[in-house]
């Protein structure tokens, strides 16, 4: 019922910047939390970020929080995941995802109903 789109990855140096971005389609979100999550090569998906549309409620995994800003356009149904200071250590697939239950916060990745393809991100030392 949901398609989720990201774009805005690419190779970027140490200390520099990118803004990813997600466009939401198929039905209203209203209700959802829409979250960033990363997976690194041999690594498990890894939350990052979410944000609810209703109230633009934020939340941040320790390791990238101070450097990453999440937002949204809901004129757009487009996310928003604003990164900077970029560690060789943020280098991984990054992927937008959908939560539809409730007012939990979910870190786990299973927990989320869609998904987009991803969009990679490299960051040299």
């Known amino acids: 019922q949901v398609q989720l789109v990201e774009s805005g990855g690419g190779l970027v140096q140490a200390g520099g910047s990118l803004r990813l971005s997600c466009a939401a389609s198929?039905?209203?979100?209203?209700?959802?939390?829409m979250g960033w999550f990363r997976q690194a090569p041999g690594k498990e998906r890894e939350f990052v970020a979410a944000?609810?549309?209703?109230?633009?409620?934020?939340y941040y995994a320790d390791s990238v929080k101070g450097r990453c800003t999440a937002s949204r356009d809901n004129a757009k149904n487009t996310v928003y995941l604003q990164m900077s200071s970029l560690k060789a250590e943020d280098t991984a697939v990054y992927y937008c995802?959908?939560?539809?239950?409730?007012?939990?916060?979910?870190?786990?990745?299973?927990?989320?109903?869609?998904w987009g393809q991803g969009t990679q991100v490299t960051v040299s030392s």
């Open positions: 944000i609810r549309w209703s109230t633009g409620s934020t």
């Open positions: 198929g039905r209203t979100f209203s209700g959802y939390l």
């Open positions: 995802a959908a939560h539809m239950a409730g007012w939990r916060t979910p870190v786990d990745a299973r927990e989320y109903n869609y």
